[in-house]
């Protein structure tokens, strides 16, 4: 399954707890698009949210994020693993 990194930028600031709420509703919608997000992180004064998740396409991972909380990312990278 590709691997993908997304990355929303808010414009504003954004608290860590709001985007776990929204993580924890991407998990509730996920398997109904064979989308599986893996791990957040979140600047929280820059308001930017980088999301690793593996899916399908870019279409199916932002089509989970919109379905469960409507963020949408602003950018999707094709990624590899590395260490």
Known sequence: ???YMDVHHLGEPVSVDD???AH???LEVQDKY???YL???VDE???EIFCLVEAPSPDAAN???KEAHGLVADEVHL???GS
């Open 1 to 3: 399954m590709p691997l």
């Open 19 to 21: 985007v776990a709420k």
């Open 24 to 26: 924890l509703a991407d």
């Open 34 to 36: 064979d989308v599986k």
């Open 39 to 41: 791990r957040y992180w």
């Open 45 to 47: 004064d820059r308001g």
């Open 63 to 65: 089509i989970v994020h």
């Open 79 to 81: 990624v590899q693993e």
